[in-house]
């Protein structure tokens, strides 16, 4: 495939190395000095553009590169609540295509469908209150991470007692913590911590009075990431519409 690389920060070196390892081109790489590539030949060349930016570009990156008839792969996370429904509408009536995941590692793929199971298992048990905590590198600007709220969404949709998730807490990398814990009986806390250079950690408590039950997906590096964003294009390549991660791992 010819790739077009947009954000060359640490996900975008990682990718170009496992997509040069898997046999692609990289055709062009646009970051934030060079936004004028999205108007050249080389970019329109690509089969897909893989976005992996910030919450304030990612929207507009998608734009461009649909006005050039390029697909795109996005993992930028912090946006997508509020343009979803334009994204869908411009997959289905405009012709665009949108592989978007707030997640590209295969671990998290099975974790998501480990916690899905289990969220049905503990309907039939209402001792148990449930909690996330998700732990991230200090650069990380949206909380709690994307991760995070398609994990809480995957708990709403399955555990009958939950309505909604609710912002926990929030420990900055001073150490500082502010927010609470503390909500609704239908509602579940989701807490952040930013700390260091952690690639991403999403912990899963179910409480009760006798014991705990606890899920965690620990990533150890970016490389996850990267090769599930470059297999994610590999399928945007030869299909159409809005696309995500249950389109290529159906657990």
């Known amino acids: 495939m010819k790739i077009a690389l947009i954000g060359y920060g640490k996900m975008g ?6 997509a040069l390892s898997r046999g692609h081109e990289i055709v062009s790489i646009i970051d934030i000095d060079n936004t004028q590539d999205f108007e050249s030949e080389a970019f329109r060349s690509a089969d897909v553009a893989i976005e992996f930016t910030a919450p304030s570009v990612a929207y507009n990156n998608c734009l461009s590169a649909f006005k050039n008839g390029v697909k795109v792969v996005s993992g930028s996370t912090g946006w997508m609540n509020e343009h979803a429904d334009e994204m869908r509408r411009m997959c289905t009536e405009e012709g665009a295509t949108l592989f978007w995941s707030s997640n590209f590692s295969l671990g998290v793929a099975i974790f998501s469908a480990v916690n899905k199971y289990l969220a049905r ?3 039939n048990f209402p001792g148990y209150d449930v909690s996330m905590v998700e732990t991230h ?11 995070a709220i398609t994990l809480a969404e995957g708990i709403l949709e399955n555990l009958d007692r939950k309505d909604k998730w609710v912002m926990g807490t929030l420990t900055s990398p001073d150490g500082t913590v502010t927010g609470t814990t503390d909500c609704a009986a239908d509602e579940m806390p989701v807490s952040a911590i930013r700390r260091d250079e952690v690639p991403g950690i999403h912990t899963i408590t179910y409480e009760s009075e006798a014991d705990s039950i606890i899920i965690t997906h620990d990533a150890k590096n970016r490389k996850g990431f990267a090769l599930g964003a470059v297999l994610a294009a590999e399928y ?10 249950n389109d290529l791992f159906n657990f």
């Open 121 to 123: 298992i503990m309907n």
């Open 137 to 147: 590198h200090v650069h990380k600007l949206d909380a709690p991470s994307g991760t």
């Open 236 to 245: 945007t390549a030869e299909h159409t519409g809005f696309l995500g991660m």
């Open 13 to 18: 070196k990682e990718i170009e190395k496992i």
